[in-house]
């Protein structure tokens, strides 16, 4: 049982160079998001997609785009890589679980901007 | 705009401790208060869930408090172990939206 797959786990890009990071789910969740981690912040949000055919911007959606493209997958592209999107990516799935939506995370993609 | 604080940002044990994390934020209406353990370079696993109509939850040797009016929440572990280290964070929810504190490093001396 794979739960939340996310490839690849690490990456360095040169300003301005584009990449697009996979995520890809075994658990039938209907959300997905994107969240990105940096040292003392926490995790802030990228985007997210409540369901199949919708996404939405986070708190920090500017110089990324994603794409639903089914149930299972949901990726976050990067058009023009910038040094300031040096961060851990990490992708969540969640489902209403006791009234609560209860988040399942992947192992993380580091991502160094240079 | 919801904000979540942790205080301390790090913090050292001897092993059979018992120990205090807190999670601070601003605004009280949250739906639910969720508490995660991150292992170094791993993604964040659940620990705990308290709706926002509950004051605790408890799994194990951890306890977890609310107290929304007050916009606190703390979480208790009893006898500390090595494998306690990680780092916790505590994330505030309302429907869809997350918002993560930094998170409390942990570190658990055998």
């Known amino acids: 049982n794979a739960g939340v797959t996310q490839t690849p786990k690490f990456q360095v890009l040169k300003t301005g160079q584009s990449m697009t990071l996979q995520c890809a789910q075994d658990m039938n969740h209907n959300s997905m998001y994107w969240y990105r981690q940096d040292p003392g912040m926490g995790l802030r949000l990228i985007y997210y997609s409540a369901s199949e055919g919708t996404t939405d911007k986070g708190e920090v959606p500017n110089g990324y785009n994603v794409s639903r493209l089914n149930k299972r997958e949901f990726s976050l592209r990067l058009e023009s890589a910038a040094p300031s999107q040096t961060s851990v990516y990490f992708c969540?799935?969640?489902?209403?679980?006791?009234?609560?939506?209860?988040?399942?995370f992947g192992a993380g993609s580091r991502l160094t901007v240079l | 705009k919801q904000e979540v604080t942790q205080i301390p940002a790090a913090l050292s044990v001897p092993e059979g401790e018992n120990l205090v994390l807190n999670c601070s934020f601003t605004?009280?209406?949250?739906?639910?208060l969720q508490w995660f353990r991150q292992d170094p370079g791993k993604g964040l696993t659940s620990l705990l869930l308290i709706q926002s109509s509950q004051r605790e939850q408890t799994s194990g040797r951890l306890n977890a408090s609310l107290d929304k009016s007050s916009g606190r929440s703390t979480l208790y572990i009893a006898a500390s172990q090595p494998g306690d280290s990680a780092t916790y964070l505590c994330?505030?929810?309302?429907?869809?939206?997350?918002?993560f504190g930094p998170g409390t490093r942990l570190s658990v001396l055998p």
């Open positions: 605004d009280s209406a949250i739906y639910n």
């Open positions: 994330a505030v929810t309302r429907g869809q939206n997350f918002v």
């Open positions: 969540a799935t969640g489902t209403f679980r006791s009234g609560a939506n209860v988040l399942t």
